[in-house]
């Protein structure tokens, strides 16, 4: 169990490496990097850190401080997951019961066929008061496939934290509308530059790069954020 008089760092600079990893989608990995950066600043020195479906853990550096554990599956497509130090699915973690004292699970639900399994694992692993950090898609293309299950609304973690008996924190979009929007018209650019470049599709991808910056200029409008790119989740164990 973690104490509340245990000390908690500061957290260092973010590494050239994991800025790089989040520029290749900073509309996307943006919101993700500072919710895990700020939530891994509240860690107490020597807590128990469990990543699931970690991959190649490109938030490492952030739980520095920490008992940091990697846990991933055989078939992940990431060269990281490899090196876990635990290979087995999250619905069927190999990990004694209230074991750590963090979860976290970055971009993982959507590719779990039994994502109320997993989180059902994830509470059975926290300790009593223990966190589940996570974040997950609403909007994105498909990814990783075939293993690309679900997309989740904000009813719906609330309904999936409740039924493994953890409490919600909070649940709270990672963009506004038109961010998201943004996003998905550069990623639809770049999936024409890979699918083989020619004179039209670089014109094309050219001209929805340029719109994608148009429209994230007006991002300040949307106040309802009801087309997310995802959210972040936290909950606890209670106890």
């Not at 293993?147 to 934290?161: K, N, P």
Request: aromatic content about 6%; hydrophobic content about 45%.
């Amino acid at each position: 169990m973690i104490r509340a008089n245990v000390s908690v760092p500061r957290q260092p600079p973010v590494s050239a490496a994991l800025l790089d990893f989040t520029a290749q989608a900073p509309w996307e990995r943006g919101p993700i990097l500072r919710f895990i950066s700020e939530a891994a600043g509240t860690i107490p020195q020597h807590a128990r850190v469990l990543d699931v479906g970690a991959g190649d853990a490109p938030y490492s550096e952030l739980f520095a401080h920490t008992d940091y554990v990697t846990l991933d599956w055989e078939n992940s497509p990431h060269l990281g997951a490899r090196t876990a130090a635990a290979r087995a699915s999250a619905d069927a973690m190999p990990l004694a019961d209230a074991s750590f004292d963090v979860v976290v699970l970055t971009q993982v639900l959507e590719h779990v066929r039994r994502p109320a399994a997993v989180l059902a694992e994830i509470a059975r692993v926290l300790r009593p008061g223990g966190r589940l950090l996570a974040t997950v898609p609403f909007v994105w293309e498909l990814h990783e496939e075939p293993h690309d299950y679900w997309r989740f609304t904000h009813h719906a973690l609330a309904a999936l934290l409740e039924d493994a008996e953890l409490e919600t924190v909070a649940i709270t979009p990672r963009s506004d509308s038109l961010t998201a929007l943004a996003q998905i018209i550069t990623n639809v650019a770049w999936s024409l530059r890979s699918d083989g470049a020619d004179e039209r599709t670089t014109e094309a991808a050219d001209v929805l790069r340029a719109l994608a910056k148009q429209v994230a200029r007006l991002a300040p409008l949307d106040v309802s954020s009801v087309l997310p790119l995802g959210y972040t989740i936290e909950a606890r164990r209670p106890g």
